[in-house]
T-cell receptor, first 116, second 114 residues
Framework: DTEVTQTPKHLVMGMTNKKSLKCEQH?????MYWYKQKAKKPPELMFV???????INESVPSRFSPECPNSSLLNLHLHALQPEDSALYLC???????????????FGSGTRLTVV | GQQLNQSPQSMFIQEGEDVSMNCTSSSIFNTWLWYKQEPGEGPVLLIA?????ELTSNGRLTAQFGITRKDSFLNISASIPSDVGIYFC??????????????FGKGTKLSVKP
């Protein structure tokens, strides 16, 4: 299994809703990432988990709350989002956060989030 | 923060033509990756480079890790309509032995006319 699976593929939520994005990989990767991508822009790093511990938070607003329940799963909990948070949210994984890797980062297909 | 300069921003070519795009940085990188992204999908890794001077091919795609460790290029030979998409370079800065996070270029949008 060489995939990163993200669910749901599409999500529409109101500004008062609470929702969660899910990401799963079974490649034994120990680093997992959340990226946000706006249209026609490159992905922007949000969070990095290394060995199930939050390693990097790129000054992301607290309305985004990541969680790594185990080495295969990564969640992103959403609460009180704003319309400008609408974007493609990408999950990625890599064998480790540091050190050379022969596989780069493997990305999921993303969740297209629309905040109304 | 650290930025990558990717060019060209967009390309409109005829099917069968060769394509070349590149990325440059102001500092040394120890990893260069090339991704392709199609609408509604996540980036897909095309080629990964880990050594200065390394030249790697993947079918009609060829990429090189520049000798200066500050640049990389991607060539696509004999383009076909399914090559359409946005190509991103990504690199990991070398902070004197430790590794930085992946940094993305702004992308090259490729359009191929049949």
């Amino acid at each position: 299994d060489t995939e990163v699976t993200q669910t749901p593929k599409h999500l529409v939520m109101g500004m008062t809703n609470k929702k969660s994005l899910k990401c799963e990989q079974h490649m034994g990767h120990r680093a997992m990432y959340w990226y946000k991508q706006k249209a026609k822009k490159p992905p922007e790093l949000m969070f990095v988990y290394s060995y199930e511990k939050l390693s990097i938070n790129e000054s992301v607003p607290s309305r985004f709350s990541p969680e790594c329940p185990n080495s295969s799963l990564l969640n992103l909990h959403l609460h009180a989002l704003q319309p400008e948070d609408s974007a493609l949210y990408l999950c990625a994984s890599s064998p480790s956060m540091s050190g050379l890797t022969n596989y780069g980062y493997t990305f999921g297909s993303g969740t297209r989030l629309t905040v109304v | 923060g650290q930025q990558l300069n990717q060019s060209p921003q967009s390309m409109f070519i005829q099917e069968g033509e060769d394509v070349s795009m590149n990325c440059t940085s102001s500092s040394i990188f120890n990893t260069w990756l090339w991704y392709k992204q199609e609408p509604g999908e996540g980036p897909v890794l095309l080629i990964a480079l880990y050594k200065a001077g390394e030249l790697t091919s993947n079918g009609r795609l060829t990429a090189q890790f520049g000798i200066t460790r500050k640049d990389s290029f991607l060539n696509i030979s004999a383009s076909i309509p399914s090559d359409v998409g946005i190509y991103f370079c990504a690199g990991r800065p070398d902070y004197g032995g430790s590794q930085g996070n992946l940094i993305f270029g702004k992308g090259t949008k490729l359009s191929v006319k049949p």
